[in-house]
């Protein structure tokens, strides 16, 4: 028994070694890069952004591939099946992490997804057409005030960071609205801009997109953002919301911690890299630094600060 305990304690250290020496020189190859949406979309726009400066960073390239379906739960519940090596890794968005495994059986828990680097969020935003009537966020508040009901927001999926964000002005604001789903951000705008609703809850982004065609109402940011100096934020008007739809960088949950701690050093020296921060900046996105050994903190803070809305999900379901 001592000779096995010793064995197998020479075995943990040998194994130990490895790892160590296997995070030294990691990467040493092409990184797969899964974005679990179609093409085209804000995870494989800011995936792409990445992309351009990681083999500066890391001495490799990432291979973007695409793995859509269920709005996003098809490719994290199939996260852990992937070789813990660091040469796969994935894009994982919150709330909708928190959301989904809270809401039904998805194949994953949000334990089963935790980052290496929470790297950005796309702020919340309420959008109107230009010739909509809502000149200001307390013109549409007055008005769903008056109609209950009757203010229909358009938003991207069921259970998602729009519909949540829905749920959660709602209860700010002493309103009750209704959300009508579409597939993607792109058709919940189509829908703004073809007068199906009368309010797109939706990002800073959507709004930078369709130009003069919007007015943005308010944004979910502490301070304005440089691409909307004239748009108030929610705390300006009295609500203490500062939110969007968070993305990070995630590994299989049985990584190495020395191969997850090097994956968190990359995607934050790509984050501090200057020319990268412009451009996310310009294209409405928030850059965060939110390194591995912060990240169970930043999830507990969503969840706390998600859970009344949940549970407003859960009754109207």
Not at 20 to 34: E, G, L
Not at 268 to 280: D, H, L, S, T, V
């Amino acid at each position: 028994m001592k000779r096995l305990v010793t064995l197998a304690a020479s075995a943990a250290v040998i194994l130990g070694a490895a790892q160590i020496s296997q995070a030294a020189d990691y990467p040493t190859k092409a990184i797969t890069y899964i974005v679990p949406y179609n093409p085209g979309g804000e995870s494989d726009v800011t995936a792409r952004f990445q992309e351009s400066y990681f083999k500066d960073v890391a001495g490799q390239d990432v291979v973007i591939q695409y793995k859509p379906g269920a709005g996003g739960a098809t490719a994290w519940a199939q996260l852990n099946g992937f070789e813990p090596d660091g040469y796969t890794v994935m894009n994982v968005n919150f709330p909708h992490a928190i959301l989904q495994p809270s809401m039904k059986d998805v194949g994953y828990q949000t334990e089963d997804v935790k980052p290496a680097f929470v790297f950005h969020y796309t702020p919340d935003a309420i959008l109107v057409r230009a010739d909509s009537p809502y000149q200001t966020l307390q013109d549409l508040i007055d008005d769903a005030k008056a109609n209950p009901g009757a203010t229909t927001f358009s938003g991207s999926g069921t259970n998602s960071a729009n519909h949540l964000a829905t749920v959660r002005f709602d209860q700010m604001a002493g309103t009750r609205s209704t959300y009508i789903p579409f597939k993607g951000s792109a058709p919940s705008m189509a829908a703004l801009l073809g007068g199906q609703v009368k309010a797109a809850m939706s990002y800073t982004t959507q709004g930078i997109k369709a130009g003069d065609q919007v007015r943005v109402l308010a944004i979910a940011t502490e301070e304005r953002v440089a691409a909307y100096p004239d748009v108030p934020t929610f705390k300006e008007l009295g609500f203490d919301y500062v939110a969007g739809a968070y993305r990070g960088v995630t590994l299989p949950k049985d990584a190495p911690a020395a191969v997850r701690q090097k994956l968190s050093d990359i995607i934050g020296a790509i984050n501090a890299k200057p020319e990268f921060r412009q451009k996310m900046e310009e294209n409405g996105y928030v850059v965060t630094d939110i390194p591995h050994d912060k990240v169970d903190q930043f999830i507990a803070d969503r969840r706390a600060e998600y859970a009344s809305a949940i549970e407003a999900l859960k009754a109207a379901n």
